[in-house]
């Protein structure tokens, strides 16, 4: 009875470990989240365009330091009293799951930059235990920022939106980018079962 349990278990993670290897994510370029699934040429699909941008250290921060890179994505503000304490801690709990993964890097947009600039970055990373050469805190343009979420990232068209700066960006969302600056999943912050996608997907992703 117990050998016959311990093959009924063997086969079990052998069958979890083969679908962990042969799962793909999706590849995503447009705000309808439509998936893609077969794989694209990396030249002519969607993808993250070239921006110049400061973290909170003052160092510049582009498109550049996204390729060879898994990256998480949100667009958040420190003054926020809402949903971004919440994002926050989801981000840090992804940071805790990679800390020691050079792989993976988590990149936070500023909303409100001209309130957010780099002291002001620096005294929150300082406050929430954000690791630098993990989490990056971004600023800069504002233009460049919300053109970046609505039209690069889709982080609110998703919702049917199509603003411009002058309307306030802020969303829960955060979004999932491959090494090639390419979009391959978006997730709910606040849930922690898309959390755990997250996660998840991350590990497949590392995998390709």
């Known amino acids: 009875?117990?050998?016959?349990?311990?093959?009924?278990?063997?086969?079990?993670?052998?069958?979890?470990?083969?679908?962990?290897?042969?799962?793909?994510?999706?590849y995503y370029k447009s705000s309808d989240f439509v998936p893609v699934w077969e794989s694209p040429k990396v030249e002519s699909f969607h993808k993250i365009r070239p921006f110049n941008l400061v973290d909170q250290e003052g160092k510049a921060f582009s498109e550049k330091n996204l390729e060879g890179k898994i990256t998480v994505v949100d667009f958040f503000f420190t003054t926020c009293p809402g949903i971004c304490p919440k994002m926050t801690n989801s981000m840090s709990k992804i940071q805790a799951e990679f800390k020691n993964d050079e792989q993976i890097q988590l990149v936070s947009h500023s909303v409100t930059p001209d309130q957010d600039p780099?002291?002001?970055?620096?005294?929150?990373?300082?406050?929430?235990?954000?690791?630098?050469?993990?989490?990056?805190?971004?600023?800069g343009d504002k233009e460049e920022i919300y053109n970046l979420g609505r039209k690069f990232y889709f982080v609110e068209e998703d919702l049917g939106e199509n603003n411009d700066s002058s309307i306030f960006l802020h969303t829960e969302n955060f979004v999932l980018i491959d090494k090639n600056r390419i979009i391959r999943g978006i997730y709910n912050s606040l849930d922690p079962?898309?959390?755990?996608?997250?996660?998840?997907?991350?590990?497949v992703l590392e995998k390709e």
């Not at 009924?8 to 799962?23: A, H, N, P, Y």
């Not at 620096?122 to 050469?133: D, F, L, R, V």
């Open 1 to 26: 009875m117990k050998l016959k349990y311990c093959v009924v278990v063997l086969l079990g993670v052998l069958v979890i470990s083969c679908q962990e290897k042969t799962r793909k994510l999706p």
């Open 118 to 139: 780099v002291p002001v970055l620096a005294a929150y990373a300082k406050k929430k235990n954000i690791q630098y050469n993990k989490w990056k805190l971004l600023t």
């Open 193 to 203: 079962s898309s959390m755990q996608s997250l996660v998840e997907d991350i590990k």
